[in-house]
T-cell receptor, first 113, second 112 residues
Framework: AQTVTQSQPEMSVQEAETVTLSCTYD???????LFWYKQPPSRQMILVIR??????QNATENRFSVNFQKAAKSFSLKISDSQLGDAAMYFC??????????FGKGTRLSVIA | DAEITQSPRHKITETGRQVTLACHQT?????MFWYRQDLGHGLRLIHY???????NKGEVSDGYSVSRSNTEDLPLTLESAASSQTSVYFC???????????FGPGTRLTVT
């Protein structure tokens, strides 16, 4: 079974600084999808960014970008110019064709003013 | 606007009672999922469905059941609630493989 590992249970960052959240996954597949979801205190799960494994270019969404290293099975999330509203739980997730998402256990990000 | 809703948002029940959590989506998505979220475990898959009359067990399906009689709804039933089933439950839906999953707001269930 696929596994997703987020090795940092908690992280903190100063407002306006940059932080990187780590994620590694285990798979023998060559075609799959990777996601980062954000869960603020409201509990709502929000998609931050999505990466297709066959695309070599790293996905970006405004201040959020990923470093996708397929050979290393690594998928880190970089948040630039951190804002107070970025404080949340962040979940990395893996998806292969016709199977459900597999989530990591999450990283709690605190933003310090 | 399309959405996915869950009801109730909070529920307290007693051990041994049957409980049903509702999930309704207006996205017209074929795929629907139930997860539970517990501290230290992230989100774990309970059951999922890829279409009407299709249901599949997830990682933590013991003590739970689902049925899919239409596209919009996937109710989750706890046959005989146990204290270990105290958790936050999320429903999600997606249009297909690789597509974003849209999550409901969650239901906090407490079993006393």
């Amino acid at each position: 079974a696929q596994t997703v590992t987020q090795s940092q249970p908690e992280m903190s960052v100063q407002e306006a600084e940059t932080v990187t959240l780590s994620c590694t996954y285990d798979t023998s597949e060559s075609d799959y999808y990777l996601f980062w979801y954000k869960q603020p205190p409201s509990r709502q799960m929000i998609l931050v960014i999505r990466q297709e494994a066959y695309k070599q270019q790293n996905a970006t969404e405004n201040r959020f970008s990923v470093n996708f290293q397929k050979a290393a099975k690594s998928f880190s999330l970089k948040i630039s110019d951190s804002q107070l509203g970025d404080a949340a739980m962040y979940f990395c997730a893996y998806l292969k064709w016709n199977t459900p998402l597999v989530f990591g256990k999450g990283t709690r990000l605190s933003v310090i003013a | 606007d399309a959405e996915i809703t869950q009801s109730p948002r909070h529920k307290i029940t007693e051990t041994g009672r049957q409980v049903t959590l509702a999930c309704h989506q207006t996205w017209n998505h074929n795929n629907m999922f139930w997860y539970r979220q517990d501290l230290g475990h992230g989100l774990r898959l309970i059951h999922y469905s890829y279409g009407v009359h299709d249901t599949n067990k997830g990682e933590v399906s013991d003590g739970y059941s689902v049925s899919r009689s239409n596209t919009e709804d996937l109710p989750l039933t706890l046959e005989s609630a146990a204290s270990s089933q105290t958790s936050v439950y999320f429903c999600a839906s997606s249009s297909g493989t690789g597509a974003e999953q849209y999550f409901g707001p969650g239901t906090r269930l407490t079993v006393t």
